[in-house]
């Protein structure tokens, strides 16, 4: 049976998404998902809703949603893309720019995603190490058909310097995408260079800073020629009719949107400054999660006596870089206290 299946498939490993356990008593800071609603817009929109339209096939381009997304980054709507998810976006953009003999680069530890979609499309990888301070520097003599370059990166949380990567994008000859996952909870961000630059595209989605992980939505902003070939390539109708018109209204809301956003990044800094209180080496976070190092105190033990707790974290245990890190997503203010008290007590011998 193996044998109908492509080699390349039989030799990779899928990915793995982050836990989704169910149930009521969960504190979940796992998967880096908003705590708070998304705008007030998308209950009144999904209550508007003529049922009678889900009987024919959405508008496959998009339209409306790429009119406000253009509107808000101010480019012109053959700029934009959408897609299902950013995920699509990545994996769209390694069909269209990678040729069979070309080669896909990411920074590693990143986005566990990326050698994934590599490995579906049978391409060279390579991937650029970051330093034991989880820090960035391109290789002089690097080269790549499509380089995957994240930021704020993921596990990490850092954000790396505009000027760098700027400067980075000028020398690259392939298409660099500008994974911008976090870039909301972030001081700067680099939409500006995929408007300025012929080679870049600036990634985005809806799931962290929209409250809108459910609806499967992201999009990407680049030059024309670029987004075009996307389009040539992608599903035939691969955005539904009820994404679109969700996402259309939550990005005309800024103000909610950004209301979230603050407060989530308020309470990154008192569970950060908690957290370095108790002995942990805290990352400098642009992002809606923490990427923290429990000195003294084993990683996976941490983890698994939170889990016992009902508490859920991420653990990064298969690689030796990362093992001895916790990623927290910054949940509510009264499920982070949770979290900081089941931390103080299990470090104080209560648990």
Not at 17 to 41: A, C, H, I, R
Not at 105 to 131: Q, T
Request: with cysteine; aromatic share 10%.
């Amino acid at each position: 049976m193996s044998d109908l299946i492509r080699k390349s498939v039989r030799a990779m490993t899928g990915y793995v998404p982050g836990e989704q356990p169910k149930g009521t008593d969960l504190v979940k800071l796992n998967t880096n998902e908003n705590p708070y609603l998304p705008s007030p817009d998308v209950q009144d929109i999904l209550s508007m809703i003529d049922i009678s339209v889900l009987s024919r096939y959405p508008d496959p381009v998009c339209v409306e949603l790429r009119k406000v997304i253009a509107e808000l980054h101010g480019c012109a709507i053959e700029n934009v893309f959408v897609g299902n998810g950013s995920d699509e976006v990545l994996a769209l953009c390694i069909r269209a720019f990678v040729e069979r003999d070309g080669s896909v680069g990411y920074f590693d530890p990143s986005y566990s995603l990326y050698p994934i979609l590599a490995d579906i499309e049978d391409v060279e990888k390579k991937p650029v190490a970051l330093d034991a301070r989880f820090g960035w520097s391109m290789p002089d003599d690097y080269a790549a058909s499509l380089f995957f370059l994240t930021n704020p990166n993921a596990p990490t949380s850092f954000a790396y310097d505009k000027a760098n990567i700027a400067d980075f994008v000028k020398r690259f000859d392939g298409v660099a995408l500008i994974d911008e996952a976090y870039a909301d909870f972030a001081e700067e961000n680099c939409m500006d260079l995929a408007l300025e630059n012929d080679n870049v595209i600036v990634a985005r989605t809806l799931s962290k800073s929209y409250s809108l992980a459910g609806i499967r939505l992201g999009y990407c902003v680049g030059n024309a020629e670029l987004i075009g070939a996307m389009f040539k390539i992608k599903d035939s109708y691969n955005v539904n009719y009820l994404t679109q018109e969700v996402a259309r209204v939550a990005v005309l809301d800024q103000n909610t949107m950004k209301a979230n956003v603050s407060a989530i990044v308020e309470t990154r800094q008192l569970v950060a400054d908690k957290l370095s209180e108790l002995g942990f080496e805290v990352g400098a976070s642009r992002t809606n999660f923490l990427w923290v190092k429990p000195l003294g105190y084993g990683a996976k033990r941490l983890f698994e006596k939170l889990r016992a707790k009902n508490i859920i974290v991420r653990y990064f245990g298969n690689d030796e870089r990362t093992k001895d890190y916790l990623r927290v997503s910054i949940g509510t203010a009264p499920e982070m206290f949770q979290f900081l008290d089941a931390v103080e007590a299990i470090l104080d011998g209560g648990e």
